[in-house]
DNA sequence: TCAAACCTTCACATGAATGTGACGGCCAAC
DNA sequence: GTTGGCCGTCACATTCATGTGAAGGTTTGA
């Protein structure tokens, strides 16, 4: 077997996203990647799909089930090809909901990151020399 | 039963987070939060706990697991009642991690809802009137 | 005193994202 | 032509956040 550049089988595309072959598996029967078949059976996945499975790893990461992913997926892909065909007035809805949904995600997330950046900076202060344990030891 | 202002039992937290008895007796599980007990065995709640709740909530909406949001959560409590004690080294590197994932999510989160958002606007800009089904006609 | 509406614990069920392994086909190198 | 390393499907197992319901105690109000 010959492979185009640009193209490769489960085993690479694994490597490069490192991600199992069982999940690569799992992303197409959710149909959230479309891979191209061989002559004889083999999962033939283009090189933009390192990045498309990077994204959708990501996405998963930050709480997106599938099915949303799936919706989202389209509307990302090029900057301005819009596929209006499937753009009927429920999926726009579905659509601004989960960007509003994301919206509340990010303000949750760097809210408490944040805050969560704050007591590192403090812990690592504290631990500087000409500090004691922590406690209250105002200068009276 | 008399309760005193600001405490209350679990169905009142359940109406006030909007969040099942069942998940608040997980939460409690998980100790992400530690209601006080009344003399007939009832959890009893303080009343800041709704808070608690929410942001549990936002958290585990945005991916992340109840184990982590139990070791971050005590650091975001009081910004400035910082708890010295469990800050040893693997704590703290624990906690870095968690930060930068944070902000991975973010950001990932960000350019995908902006993206969608573009998408979305549109969409919206097409289905105005002066404009045909969205394929191309340029006005020659 | 009885009923309704709370509360308790226990336990089994489910859906989603994953892991793992069995069994077999394809292909390249020795 | 056999061996090893890919690949395919199938199927069962696990973890986590949740739902659901049973069986029983407590409180409140008619």
Same mark, same amino acid.
């Given at each position: 077997m010959k492979y185009e550049v640009g193209r490769m089988r489960i085993g690479e595309l694994s490597e490069r996203t490192n991600t199992s072959r069982r999940l690569l598996r799992y992303y197409e029967e959710q149909e959230l990647i479309i891979p191209a078949r061989c002559a004889n059976g083999y999962r033939d996945? %283009? &090189?933009r799909l390192v990045d498309r499975v990077m994204q959708i790893r990501g996405l998963l990461d930050a709480g997106l089930p599938t099915r949303i992913i799936k919706q989202i997926l389209p509307c990302l892909d090029k900057p301005r090809i819009i596929h209006f065909a499937d753009a009927t007035? &429920?999926?726009i809805a579905? $659509? &601004? $909901? &989960?960007r509003d949904r994301m919206t509340k995600r990010i303000r949750? $997330?760097?809210r408490n990151r944040d805050a969560l950046a704050d007591y590192l900076d403090a812990v690592r202060d504290d631990n500087r020399p000409g500090s004691a344990t922590?406690? %209250?030891d105002s200068p009276a």
């Open positions: 996945y %283009d &090189e007035p &429920e999926m579905t $659509l &601004e $909901l &989960e949750c $997330l760097t922590g406690a %209250d």
